[in-house]
């Protein structure tokens, strides 16, 4: 089914009555999901690299406390 859209920015042309078809449509979804995957993606790595300095930042502070200081952590 074809529409009729009154801006062509979905279609990317500069036709204000440009039609958009379920292509196009599904074009840009897919093009849209293989975006969001790899900001995703990016974002898992930074995510995981912090997780793992406040590990490591937890486990010196354990280190340099004594037993009772610890139990209050």
């Known amino acids: 089914m074809d529409q009729v859209v009154s801006t062509g920015s979905a279609s990317g042309s500069e036709d204000p009555t ?26 898992q790595i930074v995510l995981d690299k912090w997780d793992l300095v406040n590990t ?12 009772v200081p610890t139990s209050h952590i």
């Open 56 to 67: 490591r930042c937890c486990n010196h502070i354990f280190g340099t406390l004594d037993v």
């Open 18 to 43: 440009s039609t958009v078809t379920d292509n196009v449509v599904r074009e840009l979804v897919k093009e849209r999901k293989r975006e969001n995957a790899e900001i995703l993606e990016k974002h």
